[in-house]
């Protein structure tokens, strides 16, 4: 028996997190202010700090949830050149790839193949020789 | 004890969703093999089981890796 299965990202790794927005050439710093609209602020754990007034963070009360996503994106979106979805999106799929990659080498596993569809999906085939199931 | 290769096929949608699928192990060890994915990445929105499926994909599987 096989299984097919579907799984909703959440952001939870931290380390996986900032080498996806390396990954994405992002700017960010630790422990920061995200700017908003009206120099107001608010404290995010890793903030982008894009071209602009308007910063882009990730923010999260415990170490055990996932970060959301958190600017004025009435003035973020121009300040980092694209739209919240597209940025969402990116981001979120960034960190898919990375943290499966990270996962999937520490359990042992080889990739095969790995390609990009037309539409942006990712497509990778693994394999771990000499598995052993009790 | 058995021993067998364990293989994943996984695409990662354009939202960063992530479906995958398991092929060459029987029972309970293909749950069981991809816990960790699925502890580390978040939450499981959809699951089929599926019989006798891993017997007439592999020819087809390795026909596609060739090509690659």
């Known amino acids: 028996m096989s299984h097919f299965t579907k799984l909703k990202t959440k952001i939870l790794d931290k380390n996986c997190l900032l080498k996806a927005l390396t990954n994405l050439n992002y700017v960010f710093e ?71 990659l990270h996962e999937l080498r520490k359990k042992g596993y080889r990739i095969k193949s790995r390609s990009i569809s037309n539409t942006g999906e990712i497509k990778l085939l693994v394999v771990k020789r000499g598995f052993v199931s009790r | ?32 093999a991809t816990k960790f994915l699925d502890d580390a990445l978040g939450e499981i929105t959809k699951r089929d089981f599926k019989r006798d499926f891993y017997e007439q994909n592999q020819k087809g599987l390795n026909r596609v890796i060739n090509r690659v």
């Open chain 1, 30 to 100: 630790e422990n920061s202010t995200i700017r908003g609209y009206n120099r107001r602020t608010r404290r995010g754990n890793i903030v982008i700090k894009a071209n602009g007034d308007y910063d882009i963070g990730f923010v999260r009360k415990s170490n055990e949830e996932p970060f959301q996503i958190l600017a004025d994106w009435y003035g973020a979106a121009q300040s980092i050149g694209c739209s919240r979805k597209d940025f969402i999106n990116n981001v979120q799929k960034e960190y898919a790839t990375t943290k499966v």
């Open chain 2, 1 to 32: 004890m058995s021993s067998d290769n364990i293989e994943l096929e996984i695409t990662i949608d354009e939202k960063g969703n992530i479906s995958y699928s398991v092929n060459g192990l029987k029972g309970k060890g293909c749950s069981e």
